[in-house]
């Protein structure tokens, strides 16, 4: 009888080999789940009642109406984070000051990231400004804010069962022109989570930021608006007006 060929003697082993590799390119864990935050709706203005000028419902309607845009821009830097916030992680604190994230999910982006596009659509969609611009666009701005991100996690320090979602922003906001500071504030929200669920706990992130990102732009536009209005009143002090 004739002896196997090395190739044919080989030819076997190969299949068996290839057939063990392919396994290595199959894996059972889930796919990482993406999850992205919406910025708060504008503000809506109430529709003024069909009533003379003097009614009290009238002056109620006018009373509610946004203060008319300021003619100055602004731009939003990237926001500074606290140590353990600048990831897309999805962060979590238990008891005993311990920080974890949520396995298999996380934010498009690093957490200031995600805070600052929110911010930007957040004071474009209060019609307060005449533009907004982020740290990336090549325009210049009459003012700037600076934000500092302490707080952005679910905490469940008091319960297992469902967290306490928390965002905190440091926020300096002051004029383009010679770095003059003209207000600090900070601004925070907070919103528990109906489930244990990843649905409800991102949707009680998108809570709490909300009502932080709509507590920053109102008091961003009284500062500017106030600094405007002095501008205006000064004779020494040119009135800011849109830089070219």
């Not at 009290?56 to 353990?84: N, Y």
């Not at 238990?94 to 911010?119: C, K, V, Y």
């Not at 982020?134 to 804010?145: T, V």
């Not at 002051?174 to 109906?194: D, H, I």
Request: charged fraction near 15%.
């Amino acid at each position: 009888m004739r002896q196997p060929t090395t190739a044919a003697r080989t030819m076997p082993l190969l299949c068996l080999c290839l057939a063990g590799c392919s396994g290595l390119f199959q894996s059972k864990a889930k796919p990482e789940q993406v999850y992205y935050l919406r910025a708060p709706p504008a503000p809506t203005v109430p529709a003024v009642p069909a009533t003379g000028p003097g009614s009290a419902s009238h002056q109620a309607a006018a009373t509610a109406a946004p203060a008319a845009p300021a003619p100055v821009s602004i731009r939003v830097g990237r926001p500074v984070a606290d140590p353990g916030l600048d990831t897309p992680h999805i962060l979590l604190v238990q008891a005993d000051h311990r920080m974890n994230f949520f396995s298999g999910s996380r934010w498009p982006a690093p957490a200031p990231e995600l805070i600052q596009a929110l911010t930007v659509q957040t004071l474009r969609a209060s019609g307060e400004w005449a533009s907004v611009e982020d740290s990336a666009s090549p325009f210049p701005s009459d003012y700037l804010l600076v934000v500092h991100l302490r707080r952005f996690e679910a905490d469940y320090a008091e319960s297992d069962s469902a967290p306490v979602v928390h965002v905190m922003l440091d926020c300096i906001i002051g004029r383009r022109q010679g770095r003059e500071v003209l207000s600090t504030f900070t601004v925070a929200g907070s919103a528990a989570a109906s489930t244990n669920h990843m649905s409800q706990v991102v949707a009680a992130f998108e809570q709490a930021t909300g009502t932080a990102l709509t507590a920053l732009a109102h008091q961003a536009g009284q500062v500017v608006r106030a600094d405007v209005e002095r501008a205006a009143q000064n004779d020494d002090k040119p009135l800011p007006s849109i830089s070219r």
